[in-house]
């Protein structure tokens, strides 16, 4: 049972514009909300995070969004480069588990010249 | 600062054989997380461990196991590995159980 639904799968853009990604969750227990970005043979790398007591992060190009009543949150890359081309996973975890995180399923982005 | 390392980097087995993946985490980090991560999938958590001891369990079957060492290293160990069992492992460690997660670059397994 997929506890974080994520879209798109895949997402083409122009280099300079602005891919989004979204992220939707069911249990109202999760605290934490992180984004990960993964290039091929390589580990995830967190890139950014936020908890429910803010509406907006933002950490240079990367920004998250956040809805606590729709329970939904989505990750805007301003200015996008062919070296964000990868792929990226939003994720979520309850402090009270012991933040074992719960992943989507990825989106796969292309930065097109 | 070293990043979490993982050994090995690349495994091959064949069906019903066992595997042992190992995992070191960032100097100062307590904790260690292991998730499976299948083609084209995220990440699934599989264990943490804390100080030693096991935290949380994902959805897996008794075939995994896994430990933690007072250096705080830590062991996956799979038994009787089945064609499924073929992903990117990854370890993760943290400061503490409930501190951000820095992922390894995985070993990936695959079971013929």
């Known amino acids: 049972q997929q506890q974080v639904k994520q879209s798109p799968q895949s997402l083409i853009v122009q280099k300079g514009g602005i891919p989004i990604i979204n992220c939707a969750y069911e249990?109202?227990?999760?605290?934490?909300f992180p984004w990960y970005q993964q290039f091929p043979g390589k580990g995830p790398a967190l890139l950014i995070a936020i908890r429910p007591d803010v509406s907006e992060k933002k950490e240079g190009r990367f920004t998250i969004s956040f809805n606590k009543s729709a329970k939904q949150f989505s990750l805007h890359i301003m200015d996008s480069q062919p070296g964000d081309s990868a792929t990226y996973f939003c994720?979520?975890?309850?402090?009270?588990?012991?933040?074992?995180?719960?992943f989507g399923k990825g989106t796969s982005l292309l930065v097109t010249p | 600062d070293a990043g979490v390392t993982q050994s090995p980097t690349h495994l091959i087995k064949t069906r019903g054989q066992q595997v042992t993946l190992r995992c070191s985490p960032i100097s100062g980090h307590k904790s260690v997380s292991w998730y499976q991560q299948v083609l084209g999938q995220g990440p699934q958590f599989i264990f943490q461990?804390?100080?030693?001891?096991?935290?949380g369990r994902g959805n897996f079957p008794d075939r995994f196991s896994a430990r933690q060492f007072p250096n705080y290293s830590s062991e996956l160990n799979v038994n009787a590995l089945l064609l499924g069992d073929s992903a990117l492992y990854l370890c993760?460690?943290?400061?503490?159980?409930?501190?951000?997660?820095?992922f390894g670059p995985g070993t990936r397994l695959t079971v013929l």
């Open positions: 249990n109202t227990a999760f605290d934490y």
């Open positions: 461990y804390y100080e030693k001891e096991e935290r």
């Open positions: 994720a979520a975890s309850n402090s009270n588990s012991g933040y074992a995180l719960n």
């Open positions: 993760a460690s943290s400061r503490s159980a409930l501190d951000t997660q820095y």
